[in-house]
Structure formats: C-alpha cells, structure tokens
Antibody, heavy 121, light 106 residues
Framework: EVPLVESGGGLVQPGGSLRLSCTAS????????MHWVRQAPGKGLVWVSR????????LYADSVKGRFTISRDNAKNTLYLQMNSLRAEDTAVYYC??????????????WGQGTLVTVSS | DIQLTQSPSSLSASVGDSVTITCRAS??????LNWFQQKPGKAPSLLIS???SLQSGVPTRFSGSGSGTDFTLTISSLQPEDFATYYC?????????FGQGTKLEI
C-alpha cells in the first residue's frame, strides 16, 4: 500500500492556479505533520511548506509565501497545496511528505510519488 | 537560511567499494540531519535520521555520523542498487534546507 498519493499536477499558464492533493493511507495521518517538497527538472530538493497535525500552524518558503497555501482535511486524510500566481520557476515535481512529530528529529518519511507541475505558455 | 554543502558533488566507485559523503552546515544544527537516497524518476527515500539513526529496512552497510556542523554518510561494500543520488537535509530550523546532492556512479 502506497502511504501517500499526490494528484492535481499538470500544465498551467504563467499567472494561473492549481491545487494539488495528497491522500494518505496506512498510517496515522492526523498525527503527522505534513510538508510539500519540490524538485525542478534535473535539480535538487527544495522544501516548500509545512503544516502541523491539526492545521493550526503553517510555514512557507520565502519563494512561495503569499502565493501558495497549505491545508489539510484530517477527516479525508488529505493534504492540499493551493498554488496561485504561478511562475515558470515553480515548474517542478511536487512531493508530499510526512513526519511523525513525536519522533523528535523530524524524519521526513513517508514520501509520495510526486506530481509534475509545469508552468508554461 | 542554513546552507548545506555536500562533497563531492559526484563520485565514481565500483561494487564492493566503501564510500563517504560529507555534508557541512553553515551553522550548528545539533544532530538534526537526515540522509536520503533518490533513484531516477523516484521519490527520495529516508536512509538515516538524527544524523546516525538507521531507518527500519535500510541495509546496515549504510551509516551516518557527526554533530554540530560536520556530518558523513558512509556506504560500505557498495551494491549495484546503491548507485543513486544522495541528499542531506537539516531539520534544525525552517526553512528545512537540503544539500545540493551527491551523484554516486559506477
């Protein structure tokens, strides 16, 4: 069973919007803090955003602050990333990642398989 | 932001070799350091957390050490499936930055 499955990626024009979803299964999603991490084609990993287990606290990388919104629905075991005002430099594979808060040292595990977002005209 | 510098950026080795990858942080991060393996077209996979804690299911030929600003990932007796890209990540403070990656090639 795949613990995290992303969806919602695709091709969008600059300035457009997209909402990514990440559905969890097989672990205690409501206990996990969740993140989005992205990877531009041929590049390294970049942390994008984090939300705590009940959704009351969020953090963003400076590069997406004010444009992206992370949220979650624990009843649906689903994490979201609303992406607005998209730019070419947002083109990347987006991964959702969980970490068990009680594990202490923020182990980033599990990971989803990723969904590709392409921003281009 | 905390910068992580991995060395080398790429590394050639053979099956059976032992290799070491270094990750240096721009400021102290205690032991808030993860190591990941990523194969082409796949998501990263957590190998080691808290600098030296091997994740369940990860072969014991992988080991991590270090604290403060200097960390190492050692892979002993390389196997064919170990040829991949390796990343370190600090989780001491946000933004949770990653190293630039080390590509391990045959």
């Amino acid at each position: 069973e795949v613990p995290l499955v992303e969806s919602g990626g695709g091709l969008v024009q600059p300035g457009g919007s997209l909402r990514l979803s990440c559905t969890a299964s097989g672990f205690a999603f409501r206990s996990y803090w969740m993140h989005w991490v992205r990877q531009a084609p041929g590049k390294g990993l970049v942390w994008v955003s984090r939300i705590n287990n009940d959704g009351s606290s969020t953090l963003y990388a400076d590069s997406v602050k004010g444009r992206f919104t992370i949220s979650r629905d624990n009843a649906k075991n689903t994490l979201y990333l609303q992406m607005n005002s998209l730019r070419a430099e947002d083109t990347a594979v987006y991964y959702c990642v969980g970490h068990d808060f009680w594990s202490g040292y923020v182990p980033f595990d599990p990971w989803g398989q990723g969904t590709l977002v392409t921003v281009s005209s | 932001d905390i910068q992580l510098t991995q060395s080398p950026s790429s590394l050639s080795a053979s099956v059976g070799d032992s290799v070491t990858i270094t990750c240096r942080a721009s400021q102290t991060i205690n032991i808030y350091l993860n190591w990941f393996q990523q194969k082409p077209g796949k998501a990263p996979s957590l190998l080691i957390s808290a600098a030296s804690s091997l994740q369940s299911g990860v072969p014991t030929r992988f080991s991590g050490s270090g604290s403060g600003t200097d960390f190492t990932l050692t892979i002993s007796s390389l196997q064919p499936e170990d040829f991949a890209t390796y990343y370190c990540q600090q989780t001491y403070t946000t933004p949770y930055t990653f190293g630039q990656g080390t590509k391990l090639e045959i």
